[in-house]
């Protein structure tokens, strides 16, 4: 692959609109770009939870993850584009089923803490539920596939899990919500 970016720098951008990959200009807050960059941003935050100590086999997963990510963004920025396949969803379903097996059953609802990394995949749980949003906002407005939709969708339920898993990795658990306070603020 040649050269892409040959000028960082170009200048289009300064009266407020950016360049699609099909070359149509659209505005900076336009819902397309919205959900690019969302989608931007939870590839980047799982570039900074993969600087945590993590098992090998959970590193690959979101390596992966990252590749894919930069599928769906392009498949974003070029309208009527279909980059996402089927198969990256079925891999997450797949990673959700083989990582929470391997899980104590939740039966009370936990933070969002704990050891770095698992809140760190918090994090990423939590922007790709905004990236969800804005894809979906997106889809209400313009056509797009289902697979976008629906990997996020995966995607944040798979967070939550490696959250778990990350937890326990240093001999830790989850942090359980404390529901009794709530009970006792309702008496």
Partial sequence: MGNRLSQIATRTGDAGTTGLGNNQRVSKNS???HAMGEVD????????????????????????I?????????ELSIPGFELLKEEAVQA??????KYNSQLPKLEEF?????TRGAALSHVCRTVARRA????????NEEAIGDAPRQYLNRLSDLMFVFARVLNRLNGGDDVYWKSERMKRSDA
């Fill in 31 to 33: 819902l397309r770009v």
């Fill in 41 to 64: 941003e939870l590839n980047s935050n799982i570039g900074v939870l993969l600087c945590e100590d993590m098992p090998q086999d959970v590193r690959e997963v979101l390596v992966e």
């Fill in 66 to 74: 990252q590749h894919q990510l930069f599928n769906l963004g392009g």
């Fill in 92 to 97: 997450l379903d797949n990673a959700l089923e």
């Fill in 110 to 114: 936990i933070l969002p803490a704990g």
């Fill in 132 to 139: 969800e949003r804005a894809t979906v906002a997106l889809g």
